[in-house]
Structure formats: C-alpha cells, structure tokens
Nanobody, 115 residues
Framework: QVQLVESGGGLVPAGGSLRLSCTAS????????MNWFRQAPGKQREFVAT???????NYTDSVMGRFTVSRDWARNRVSLQMNSLKSEDTAVYFC?????????WGQGTQVTVSS
C-alpha cells in the first residue's frame, strides 16, 4: 500500500519560512518522481514543484526563487523549503506521486501565512 505522509505546516507571518516534509512508503522511492501541489480555499489544486528520480527540479512561476524542493534518498523523504512566504501561499499542501499507473496523494498539511 502506497502512503504519503506530510508534515511541517503551520501559521507563519508574511516573509517567514516553513519546511514541509513528505515521507513515502510502499514505493521504490529511488525511481519515483515526487511532486508538491497546493489548494487554496475556493480554488483548484495547483502544481507547485517537482523533483524527478534523477534530482531534476521544476517549479511553478509564482514560487520560483522562494521555494526549494529536495529529496532524502535514505529516508524516502521529499521536502519543500518555503522562504519569503506571502499571503497568497496560504493553502493546503499535498505530496503526490504517480506510481502503479495512478496518482497517490498525502492527506495534506495546512500552511497559513498571515499578512
């Protein structure tokens, strides 16, 4: 059974930082591309960042230069370091991977940025 478990959300003032983590189980982490999405109230879920099995990264434009995605191969963990947070970053953040020919999602972690 594939499981993705996020942690690290919280309340932070604008300009602050948070680090999200997602621990994966039930997959071969070494070959899985790992993604972060977010969903703000009343909006559709949107892509935030991805890190491939080879370590290649990509970000949505709105977080470029502020967010950094990384992976810890030994701990089957992917992290999202979020700096210079803005109120528009407020959302539930989800870890995601496409494995066994389907999408898998974590339960989400709330990030609230106060202005």
């Amino acid at each position: 059974q594939v499981q993705l478990v996020e942690s690290g959300g919280g309340l932070v003032p604008a300009g602050g930082s948070l680090r999200l983590s997602c621990t994966a189980s039930g997959i071969n982490f070494k070959i899985a591309n790992m993604n972060w999405f977010r969903q703000a109230p009343g909006k559709q879920r949107e892509f935030v960042a991805t890190i491939s099995s080879g370590g290649r990264v990509n970000y949505t434009d709105s977080v470029m230069g502020r967010f950094t995605v990384s992976r810890d191969w030994a701990r089957n963990r992917v992290s999202l370091q979020m700096n210079s947070l803005k109120s528009e970053d407020t959302a539930v953040y989800f870890c995601n991977t496409f494995y066994y020919r389907r999408d898998w999602w974590g339960q989400g972690t709330q990030v609230t940025v106060s202005s």
